[in-house]
């Protein structure tokens, strides 16, 4: 693509110089000179890690009502369990639970960063998705733009016809007059 015709299209549809617009922008019009598709979000989960990819699954896991539910269950079975062997001297975990407290506190402590980890993956997706859908609708303006104006292009060449074939007209009729007039006198 010639520095000219990018240049001329920036300023015809965003008033500004090629070398002036933004990272987005430029693209944009590099699409539309190139008459290409706009291509989808860049996908990231091919160069996931097993860690990453861990720390998704334990945030969709750890963010849910069903492990709300079933951690409050194994809550009441440990302690119930516990409550139960204690008058048998068997139990694992006396009351008041400090094994418990300590499982608890770990998984808590470990939890929270892997969940933190994925929502900043997740939210770099967004950004990301959020840059292609501005591209898309900036385009999509630009695009329009252009058949706007081509629409008009063509609809002035059309006035530019009728006027001149109204002028013929009137020019005729003009002289039709003149020559009815010529010929009562």
Not at 19 to 27: G, S
Not at 147 to 169: F, N, Y
């Amino acid at each position: 693509m010639s520095p000219e015709r990018l240049n001329h299209l920036s300023l015809d549809l965003l008033n500004q110089p090629y070398d002036e617009l933004t990272d987005v922008q430029r693209r944009v019009i590099d699409l539309i000179l190139a008459e290409e598709p706009s291509a989808g979000p860049l996908d990231d989960d091919d160069d996931t890690t097993f860690w990453t990819r861990l720390a998704d699954r334990v945030a969709a896991i750890g963010g849910s009502w069903g492990f709300i539910g079933g951690f409050a269950l194994a809550l009441v079975l440990w302690m119930g369990l516990n409550l139960a062997l204690e008058p048998l001297k068997r139990a694992f975990d006396p009351y008041p639970f400090i094994f418990l407290n300590l499982l608890l506190s770990t998984l808590a402590a470990i939890q929270a960063p892997v969940i933190m980890m994925s929502q900043n993956r997740q939210a770099a997706k967004d950004r990301k998705t959020a840059e292609h859908d501005y591209a898309v609708n900036l385009r999509a303006e630009l695009e329009i733009m252009r058949v706007i104006d081509k629409l008009d292009a063509l609809r002035s060449e059309e006035l530019m016809l009728l006027c001149r074939e109204h002028a013929e007209r009137l020019a005729e009729l003009q002289a039709e007059v003149a020559r009815l007039r010529a010929g009562r006198e």
